[in-house]
């Protein structure tokens, strides 16, 4: 069984501070892990996401996570917030390579930006 | 990257009513897709895994017969809300999985927001 957890369901920066969204995962077997954003009313939009090899992951938009097998964890991290990153962020969870497996999301975290 | 779509965009229906959504692949065939569902300010839950030529797989807790699947071709799952209710507005998201760079990645579709009064 898998399943995620995402600490904090609503995190407020300031334009140009750190991003930092929490991520930890359950799995009984290797996992994919991923970040998608959300913007309202629309479907889901892929970050980034970890499969295998390096455990340092660059995304689009400046977003990168880091797989900590050890802490079970996928912090989603960017250096310098911008108020277009304001949206909602879910990290999801799969069996790695398991054919007809689907995500299993967790409860997202709402991003504000101020300026 | 792949695409998938989703018809229509927005829907609005009378109660007691039963509403189709499609859910295409565009450019790759998809012998597996899934439906999730989203209500406001929540997490995507997984409602049901929609196989071609096969009978969908329903996540525990919802009514197979009120959301009807049907994966009619390689590039087409439906999802049929029959009978629809207000309880039943949500937002409704699919996907189809790919394998892309020797891993499996899941491509959304852009959802279809289900109104009913």
């Known amino acids: 069984a898998q399943s995620v957890t995402q600490l904090g369901s609503h995190v407020s920066v300031s334009e140009g501070a ?6 930890n995962y359950s799995s009984s077997v290797p996992p994919y892990l991923f ?8 479907g889901l939009q892929l970050l980034l996401k970890y499969t295998t090899g390096a455990t340092l992951v660059k995304g689009i938009n400046g977003f990168e996570a ?14 310098s917030a911008h108020m277009s990153d304001a949206a909602e962020y879910f990290c ?6 398991q054919a007809g497996t689907a995500l299993i999301f967790g409860k997202g975290t709402t991003l504000s930006v101020s300026s | 990257g792949a695409v998938v ?6 829907v609005i229906c009378k109660s007691g009513t039963s509403v189709k959504i499609e859910c295409r692949s565009l450019d790759f065939q998809a012998t597996t897709m899934f439906w999730y569902r989203q209500f406001p300010k929540q997490s995507l ?9 096969s009978k969908a797989t329903y996540e525990q807790g919802v009514e197979k017969d ?23 507005s949500s937002f409704y998201i699919c ?14 579709g852009p959802g279809t927001r289900l109104t009913v009064l």
């Open chain 1, 66 to 79: 880091e797989f900590k097998k050890s802490e079970t964890s996928f912090h989603l991290t960017k250096p």
């Open chain 2, 45 to 53: 839950m997984l409602m049901a895994t929609s196989n071609e030529g």
């Open chain 2, 66 to 88: 009120k959301f009807l699947i049907n994966h009619a071709s390689l590039t087409l799952s439906t999802l049929t809300v029959t009978s629809a209710h207000p309880e039943d």
């Open chain 1, 35 to 42: 970040w998608y954003v959300q913007y309202p009313n629309q």
């Open chain 2, 5 to 10: 779509s989703q018809h229509p965009s927005w």
């Open chain 1, 92 to 97: 999801a969870v799969s069996a790695a390579n």
């Open chain 1, 18 to 23: 750190l991003v930092l969204l929490r991520c």
């Open chain 2, 95 to 108: 996907s189809a999985p790919v394998f892309s760079g020797g891993a499996r990645e899941q491509f959304f």
